[in-house]
């Protein structure tokens, strides 16, 4: 049996990283093997394709198994609904050939990722909107609470902030 180091380091990596590492860790598997599956699709490697289409499907499937709905709610189901769509359009690339459903995919892992990564790099439970992902309602927010600071100080701010739903992101 010969000991690989590589995979010795990278099954280091996965038992050691928090959970939020591991999440973004699947994700990017499932783009790395998504954009394997398109190139080999397009040098008709069958075989290739069929392979990383299954290792996609199977982080996909993984990131639907570890779904809390208890805590998640309507987030969860949302993700698992989005999951399942994956899936499909996996499996509808790798039977028909069509490299669109694996760019579909992988636009929706990319986006994901990003979402994924915003919120566990800058976790917020003040409501405060992304300044990175949703830039135009950070503007918003920012210039609103401009204006509370300036014309009614702490006191202002605070019955806002009574007022603002809460945000909480949990799957």
């Known amino acids: 049996m010969t000991h690989n180091p590589y995979k010795q380091y990278q099954k280091t ?12 860790m699947l994700y ?24 990383f289409i299954s290792k996609a499907t199977a982080i996909l499937s993984e990131l639907m198994a570890t779904l809390d709905f208890k805590v998640g709610g309507q987030l969860a189901v949302d993700l698992e609904n989005l999951y399942v769509f994956m899936i499909d359009k996996l ?8 490299p669109e459903c694996l760019e579909a995919v992988e636009k929706l892992l990319i986006t994901l990722h990003a979402a994924w990564r915003d919120v566990i790099e800058n976790p917020r ?4 909107p992304s300044p990175q992902l949703q830039p135009d309602e950070f503007k918003k927010y920012m210039a609103e609470h401009t204006q ?16 603002r739903p809460e945000l909480k992101i949990r799957a």
């Open 91 to 98: 499996i509808e690339a790798n039977i028909h050939n069509k």
């Open 28 to 51: 990017e598997g499932a783009i790395r093997f998504t954009k394997q599956a398109h190139a080999a699709m397009l040098e008709k490697k069958i075989a290739e394709k069929g392979r």
């Open 125 to 128: 439970d003040d409501g405060v």
């Open 13 to 24: 990596q996965v038992t050691t990283a928090s959970r939020e590492k591991v999440l973004l």
């Open 148 to 163: 509370d600071d300036q014309q009614g100080g702490k006191n202002g701010q605070a019955e806002k902030a009574k007022t």
